[in-house]
């Protein structure tokens, strides 16, 4: 089975930074996009970046030029480095793994880890 599992999520300043990891274990075939997702109290969940398998990268509006997602492939792990915090970026972040097939896909998703960026 497929599993993953966030970690270095916590308090962080304004200004400061954070790194989030997650591990992948379990085996996924073909292409995949692994990303990172958040969702604050209220707000519905968003894509903050994704990562495909041949390292095309996606950011949302609000962390380009602060946040930079990586992917470790030999070691199954993906990572969400975020710099210049600010508090809007407080949220329970979600590491996810998309895998589509010839038809249709499956998502995987982490567990989540709390991001809390005080003023």
């Known amino acids: 089975q497929v599993r993953l599992v966030e970690s270095g999520g916590g308090l962080g300043q304004a200004g400061g930074s954070l790194r989030l990891s997650c591990a992948v274990s379990g085996s996924i075939f073909g292409d995949d996009a692994m990303g990172w997702y958040r969702q604050a109290p209220g707000k519905q969940r968003e894509l903050v970046a994704q990562v495909t398998t041949g390292g095309s990268t996606y950011y949302a509006d609000s962390v380009k030029g602060r946040f930079t997602i990586s992917r470790d492939n030999a070691q199954n792990t993906v990572y969400l480095q975020m710099n210049s915090l600010k508090p809007e970026d407080t949220a329970v972040y979600y590491c996810?793994?998309?895998?589509?097939?010839?038809?249709?896909?499956?998502?995987?998703w982490g567990q989540g880890t709390q991001v809390t960026v005080s003023s």
């Open positions: 996810n793994v998309h895998n589509p097939y010839s038809r249709g896909y499956v998502d995987y």
